[in-house]
């Protein structure tokens, strides 16, 4: 790990580069994790300085691309051009099962195709249209939500107007989504959109049948390569009943019966805090955050869980945590000689940033960096928690701020999103893709840390590096 003080020389350089403005706001994002300090918090959540590029999404990519579009029985109808919703529908790996068309509408891509005589005369009618016409090809669907696009918000379509109407015409529940990319200043407002509909046309409308009283809820799971399979397969073993889950492999009825469950298990807090929060408030389900990457963090989640049911439940907690540590220990043995020491950049979405860190330790590797795309304070405040003194802390970091950062601090690995994967490949730098797991995973789980170890080892010692040299390393 580098010292503080040079990591805030780090910073400081890297700072040098920007006009005077620039380098003044830009320098309340970055920052040393110093244990010491109590008012070394990053600034925020707050709007990207124009003109600089970054990895933030929109409301709309919250929305449709995070909340919503998991719900597999339900069909999203991306309201506006279709560059959005293709964006939507092909940039995420939420796995399903179900009959395509039948029962599993995941993999299609429903648009309202916006065009410029849309703009001109409104398209409250085409959205009428296209509803009923969906309605009649796809007759199991379980309900409908639009998701608006940029253009609506603008020209002032009443899309609440239309749901309302076509609720009745078909009697299925059609869910108007006010999650206009411009709103808010990335896609976190996004996904607390996304939450307020589910509270206002969704949660507590049917009841939960069979209650009892292991009945849990699992929360921001988006089975991202398969995760909450293998996190709902280590929650049933430590003898819980995951009745819901939010939103991965979800049903609407899921979230209609959630009300019902006992306990709240929260994975991705950044994205459903707000509603289970309400939850706790409305209904008086208490909720926890938990953390099932890598063994050590699985073991201290369960724990923590299992603190909260009867000696049944914490002995069950016990055993699988004693049945599955043997391969969980094999597998350390053998990838932490190829691992050991090596040191690993972080930027992406979510949970990612913290939530991860205790996998890469499970595996003798060090974090000299980690930050969010769309963080808030309570994300930086619970990621201090995970990382040591002297690793570098950015918010919203730009493109040029994360290159540089990178050839300062060299580190052996860099885990980002696809907008990042190619350009440190092109710098000769190992990289995983840590949006959807480089189509891999899933990374959850007893199952999936086997799997994260298999891919950070494939990642760091594949033999291509020794053939790449960066440009700026070339002779000429």
């Known amino acids: 790990m580098i010292a503080i003080e040079e990591g805030k020389k780090i910073i400081s350089e890297v700072l040098e580069q920007y006009p005077e403005k620039t380098r003044e706001k830009r320098a309340k994002h970055l920052a040393v994790n110093d244990s010491s300090c109590s008012t070394c918090d990053v600034k925020s959540n707050v709007k990207t300085i ?162 009892t009283k292991y009945d849990v809820a699992l929360i921001g799971d988006y089975n991202i390569g398969g995760d909450a399979w293998e996190t709902k397969r280590l929650l049933e073993e430590a003898g819980l009943n995951v009745r819901s889950i939010w939103s991965g492999d979800a049903t609407l009825e899921m979230l209609q019966t959630a009300p019902g469950v006992k306990l709240n298990i929260i994975h991705c807090y950044r994205s459903m805090n707000y509603i289970c929060r309400h939850m706790e408030e409305t209904y008086g389900i208490p909720w926890i955050e938990a953390n099932f990457f890598g063994p050590t963090k699985i073991a201290e989640s369960l724990r923590k869980i299992g603190e909260l049911f009867d000696e049944s439940i914490k002995a069950k907690v016990e055993k699988t945590i004693e049945e599955n540590m043997g391969a969980m220990t094999k597998t350390i043995e053998k990838y932490t000689p190829r691992l050991q020491g090596k040191k690993v950049m972080l930027y992406v979405g979510g949970l990612r940033p913290r939530h991860t860190i205790g996998a890469f330790e499970d595996l003798g590797m060090e974090i000299i960096g980690t930050g969010y795309e769309f963080g808030h304070k309570d994300d930086y405040e619970r990621t201090r928690e995970y990382i040591k003194d002297g690793a570098i802390i950015y918010d919203d970091v730009t493109a040029f701020e994360f290159e540089e950062f990178v050839k300062k601090l060299n580190p052996d690995l860099v885990a980002s999103g696809i907008k990042e994967k190619y350009v440190f490949q092109k710098m000769g730098k190992p990289f995983r893709q840590m949006h959807s797991w480089d189509y891999s995973g899933p990374y959850h789980g007893w199952k999936g840390f086997e799997i994260f170890s298999r891919d950070m080892d494939m990642a760091l010692n594949s033999p291509t590096w020794q053939l790449i040299t960066p440009k700026w390393k070339q002779q000429v």
């Open 50 to 211: 124009p003109g600089v590029m970054t990895a933030r999404g929109c409301a709309y990519a919250g929305s449709k691309g995070v909340v919503w579009g998991p719900v597999k029985d339900v069909v999203h109808i991306s309201h506006g051009p279709v560059g959005c919703g293709h964006y939507s529908w092909s940039g995420r790996r939420n796995l399903a099962d179900g009959i395509p068309g039948v029962n599993n509408f995941v993999p299609f891509h429903f648009s309202s195709d916006f065009q410029e005589r849309d703009i001109v005369f409104g398209g409250d009618k085409k959205l009428e249209k296209i509803i009923t016409e969906i309605n009649g090809l796809f007759p199991l669907n379980q309900g409908i939500t639009v998701q608006s696009e940029c253009p609506i918000g603008l020209i002032g379509d009443d899309i609440e107007a239309v749901a309302k109407k076509s609720t009745v015409e078909i009697g299925k529940p059609v869910i108007p989504v006010r999650c206009e990319g411009f709103r808010g200043v990335s896609q976190s407002l996004g996904h607390h959109i996304a939450n307020d509909s589910i509270r206002d046309h969704v949660l507590g409308k049917k009841e939960l049948a069979n209650p």
